[in-house]
């Protein structure tokens, strides 16, 4: 493929793309839409046309241009994914229920499929999503609730469970909600805050998540997941 | 004079209802009250005689059907159509028209069109929101879809209520309304969809671009990656309801009513998946529509006892002495009033009308019923507020906050459809009519 029908492929309206790819960062999470943002682009464009897209982008899906610099196809994260889940799942495995701050499919797929004896709660991370097609995907130990549910809970058999993206030292990205889930009064009535962290160091500003300064004051354990 | 004020509560009910939508059951049980009173007590009517008036098969029919589709609903047998649709389509917006719009004809053949659109329309919006369809796109597909679900339920005399009282009151059996309306039904259809593709053609002709079409389509793919077809629910559904579908088509020769096949149906279903048919009962069963449909009939039973639908009928015969230009001007006539006052009220009140005009003027009545249902259809397909899948699916795409690629809140309502409505009901109408001419 040359340089001519690389940038071809690529002319599009950011917004555009964006649009496309929003109703897939709500219902399956920012880094599992970026994956699947990459995986088409490489398939059409190679990793020159992923660059050239993620520098469009950047200012509209900024998680997406830390996902191309990792050069990280999905099934290759799916495998790094499971075999880095299973530590997290053997420590899960001890709870009762484990309420889950976002969304990411490319985890909780896994997640609720090894542990069918746990029920798994999940806060979105968007306001609007179908929750009926969110559901049908999951098993049925996965169940939706709101934020405000989650002090109700919370208990010694119950542990939070978030994501970290990009943490370089101690600074990290959160999903919005996740600033609500780990405040001092949450923190207080579970027996752990797990954060599965995601991509390390950035280039860009997450500008689309909320930055989480002393990020491990916030999570009792956190796992290195991709 | 008693027929005279019947006439004049059953019009007034009807505007009013139209007029109120959100106090249409008051309404039409207010003028269902004021009917059976004026019957009773003023025509001499026993309410025996009034109760006989009502087609309770019809009923049945329509109740067995909701448990059907809400089944069916349940088995996610819509929604993976749906997908697989929006699969086949390869994000072009000319395969998602074809595609979507066929797949309601399809089901609205059998099915509870209001059910199938709950389903699918999710599944569409997905698609057309990853696409970044155009206003004048969504408009076509949307209308078309509309147009789709009128057809569909006019192809068989299980598709929707005008059919169903034609084979619940025995007028018709359910071979030869399929028979007959089946091919028509396909034809119209056929001629609407290529009449859209030479619209898009020369209007449209915006196609999202290569990356986008892909990324929607992975997009699809992994929304819907576990959605897999309940096949406990869907293999029994589709068992009984194909036994069912036999026996209707033998109804005549085994002697039994449409309404007890369809009694006998639910009831095999309903004892071998108890669980799902009780929560269906309990709380998915549109018992509004059934109920107004009731309250519908008694005073169309009030009307037709007092003798008044036969006086009309012979002032018709009066007038216009030709049976095939009479037959033409009730069917108008017919198409009109669905528009006005939705399918169920126009069809309960022509039909006994009908049943007087093929008795006199000596037609074949399965012609003329085809036709009226026919008109029903065309009608149903005028206003955006005729039919109930109408004003369900602007609901829908007001809530789905979808946008259009001219970055506006895509936007389908009564204006945007009445081009195509008008145009929808021209073509369905005129085939209808060619189709009574041909045939008497």
């Given at each position: 493929?040359?340089?001519d029908s690389?940038a071809?492929?690529?002319?599009v309206?950011?917004?555009t793309?964006?649009r496309t790819?929003?109703p897939v960062i709500?219902?399956l999470?920012?880094f599992?839409?970026?994956?699947?943002?990459?995986?088409?682009?490489y398939r059409?464009?190679?990793q020159e046309?992923?660059?050239?897209?993620?520098?469009?982008l950047?200012?509209?899906f900024?998680?997406f241009?830390?996902?191309?610099e990792?050069?990280?196809s999905?099934?290759?994260?799916e495998?790094?994914?499971?075999?880095?889940?299973e530590?997290v799942?053997?420590?899960?495995?001890?709870f009762?229920s484990?309420?889950?701050v976002g969304i990411e499919s490319?985890?909780l797929?896994?997640?609720s499929?090894?542990?069918?004896?746990v029920?798994?709660?999940?806060?979105?991370?968007?306001s609007?999503?179908?929750?009926?097609r969110v559901?049908a995907n999951?098993?049925?130990n996965?169940?939706?609730i709101?934020?405000?549910?989650i002090?109700?809970?919370?208990g010694t058999?119950?542990?939070l469970l978030?994501y970290?993206?990009?943490?370089?030292?101690d600074?990290?990205?959160?999903?919005?909600v996740?600033?609500r889930?780990i405040?001092?009064?949450?923190?207080?009535?579970?027996?752990?805050?797990?954060?599965l962290n995601i991509?390390?160091d950035?280039?860009r500003y997450?500008?689309?998540?909320?930055?989480?300064?002393?990020?491990?004051?916030?999570f009792?354990?956190?796992?290195?997941i991709? | 004079?008693?027929?005279?004020?019947?006439?004049?509560?059953m019009?007034?009910?009807?505007?009013?209802?139209?007029?109120?939508?959100?106090?249409k059951?008051l309404?039409i049980f207010?003028?269902?009250?004021v009917s059976?009173?004026?019957a009773?007590?003023?025509?001499?009517?026993?309410i025996?005689?009034?109760?006989n008036?009502?087609?309770?098969?019809v009923l049945?029919i329509?109740l067995g059907?909701?448990?059907f589709?809400?089944?069916?609903?349940r088995?996610?047998l819509?929604?993976?159509l749906?997908?697989?649709?929006?699969r086949?389509s390869?994000?072009?917006?000319?395969?998602?028209?074809i595609?979507?719009?066929?797949?309601m004809?399809?089901?609205?053949?059998?099915?509870?069109?209001?059910?199938a659109?709950?389903?699918?329309l999710p599944?569409?919006?997905?698609?057309?929101?990853a696409?970044g369809?155009?206003?004048g796109?969504?408009?076509l597909c949307?209308s078309?879809?509309?147009v789709?679900?009128n057809?569909?339920?006019?192809a068989t005399?299980i598709?929707?209520?005008?059919?169903?009282?034609l084979m619940?009151?025995?007028?018709?059996?359910?071979l030869r309304?399929l028979?007959?309306?089946?091919?028509m039904?396909v034809?119209?259809?056929?001629?609407l969809?290529?009449?859209?593709?030479v619209?898009?053609?020369?209007?449209?002709?915006?196609?999202a671009?290569?990356?986008?079409?892909?990324?929607?389509?992975?997009?699809?793919?992994?929304?819907?990656r576990n959605?897999t077809?309940?096949?406990t629910i869907?293999?029994?559904?589709?068992?009984v309801?194909?036994?069912?579908?036999?026996?209707?088509i033998?109804?005549n020769?085994?002697?039994l009513?449409p309404?007890?096949i369809?009694f006998?149906g639910?009831?095999?279903l309903m004892v071998?998946k108890?669980e799902e048919a009780?929560d269906?009962?309990?709380?998915?069963?549109?018992?509004?529509s059934?109920l107004?449909?009731?309250a519908?009939?008694?005073?169309?039973s009030c009307m037709?006892?007092?003798?008044v639908l036969?006086?009309?009928?012979?002032l018709?015969f009066?007038h216009?002495?030709?049976?095939?230009?009479l037959?033409c001007v009730?069917m108008?006539?017919?198409?009109?009033?669905?528009?006005i006052?939705s399918?169920?009220p126009?069809?309960?009140?022509?039909?006994?009308?009908?049943?007087?005009?093929?008795?006199k003027?000596?037609?074949p009545?399965?012609?003329?019923?085809?036709?009226?249902?026919?008109?029903v259809?065309?009608?149903?397909s005028?206003?955006?507020?005729?039919?109930?899948?109408?004003?369900?699916?602007?609901?829908i795409?007001?809530?789905s906050?979808l946008i259009?690629r001219?970055?506006?809140?895509?936007?389908f309502?009564?204006?945007?459809?009445?081009p195509?409505?008008?145009?929808?009901?021209?073509i369905i109408?005129?085939?209808?009519?060619?189709?009574?001419?041909v045939?008497?």
């Amino acid at each position: 493929m040359n340089e001519d029908s690389i940038a071809s492929m690529i002319d599009v309206d950011p917004k555009t793309i964006f649009r496309t790819i929003s109703p897939v960062i709500a219902e399956l999470g920012a880094f599992s839409a970026a994956l699947i943002l990459y995986d088409t682009v490489y398939r059409l464009a190679q990793q020159e046309g992923a660059f050239q897209l993620a520098e469009k982008l950047s200012g509209y899906f900024p998680l997406f241009a830390e996902v191309v610099e990792g050069d990280l196809s999905p099934t290759e994260a799916e495998l790094i994914i499971e075999r880095r889940l299973e530590p997290v799942i053997e420590e899960l495995r001890a709870f009762s229920s484990v309420v889950v701050v976002g969304i990411e499919s490319v985890i909780l797929d896994s997640l609720s499929r090894k542990l069918p004896g746990v029920q798994i709660y999940i806060i979105s991370h968007f306001s609007t999503i179908d929750e009926e097609r969110v559901l049908a995907n999951f098993p049925s130990n996965v169940q939706l609730i709101g934020v405000r549910e989650i002090m109700g809970l919370g208990g010694t058999r119950s542990v939070l469970l978030s994501y970290v993206f990009c943490q370089t030292q101690d600074d990290s990205f959160v999903y919005p909600v996740t600033f609500r889930a780990i405040g001092p009064d949450v923190r207080s009535s579970y027996s752990q805050i797990v954060g599965l962290n995601i991509l390390t160091d950035y280039n860009r500003y997450l500008g689309d998540m909320a930055p989480l300064y002393s990020t491990s004051q916030f999570f009792t354990n956190q796992f290195r997941i991709v | 004079m008693i027929a005279a004020i019947l006439i004049i509560v059953m019009i007034a009910t009807l505007i009013i209802q139209a007029l109120i939508p959100s106090r249409k059951m008051l309404v039409i049980f207010s003028g269902a009250t004021v009917s059976i009173t004026i019957a009773a007590i003023l025509g001499n009517q026993s309410i025996t005689s009034i109760y006989n008036g009502v087609p309770w098969d019809v009923l049945v029919i329509l109740l067995g059907l909701g448990i059907f589709s809400s089944l069916f609903a349940r088995s996610r047998l819509f929604s993976s159509l749906a997908v697989w649709c929006s699969r086949a389509s390869q994000g072009k917006y000319l395969l998602v028209l074809i595609m979507f719009s066929s797949i309601m004809f399809i089901l609205s053949c059998t099915l509870n069109n209001l059910t199938a659109l709950l389903l699918v329309l999710p599944v569409l919006l997905s698609i057309l929101k990853a696409l970044g369809a155009t206003q004048g796109f969504i408009a076509l597909c949307f209308s078309l879809l509309i147009v789709a679900c009128n057809l569909g339920g006019a192809a068989t005399p299980i598709g929707d209520f005008p059919a169903i009282l034609l084979m619940g009151t025995g007028s018709i059996s359910f071979l030869r309304y399929l028979v007959l309306a089946f091919p028509m039904c396909v034809l119209i259809f056929g001629i609407l969809v290529a009449l859209a593709v030479v619209y898009y053609r020369k209007k449209e002709r915006v196609d999202a671009s290569v990356l986008e079409r892909s990324l929607a389509l992975a997009s699809m793919e992994k929304l819907y990656r576990n959605f897999t077809i309940d096949k406990t629910i869907l293999y029994p559904g589709i068992g009984v309801f194909c036994l069912t579908f036999a026996l209707w088509i033998i109804a005549n020769r085994i002697g039994l009513s449409p309404g007890v096949i369809c009694f006998l149906g639910v009831g095999l279903l309903m004892v071998i998946k108890n669980e799902e048919a009780e929560d269906i009962i309990r709380h998915e069963i549109d018992f509004e529509s059934i109920l107004f449909l009731t309250a519908l009939f008694f005073m169309v039973s009030c009307m037709a006892n007092s003798g008044v639908l036969d006086l009309i009928a012979g002032l018709m015969f009066e007038h216009f002495t030709d049976t095939k230009m009479l037959v033409c001007v009730l069917m108008i006539c017919c198409g009109i009033s669905t528009a006005i006052f939705s399918a169920g009220p126009s069809m309960a009140t022509m039909l006994p009308i009908a049943q007087q005009i093929i008795s006199k003027g000596n037609v074949p009545g399965d012609i003329v019923y085809v036709g009226l249902a026919l008109s029903v259809c065309a009608g149903s397909s005028f206003l955006l507020t005729a039919a109930t899948a109408g004003p369900l699916a602007q609901s829908i795409v007001e809530k789905s906050g979808l946008i259009t690629r001219e970055e506006r809140k895509a936007k389908f309502d009564f204006m945007t459809f009445l081009p195509f409505g008008i145009f929808a009901y021209v073509i369905i109408q005129i085939w209808g009519l060619i189709f009574v001419l041909v045939r008497i």
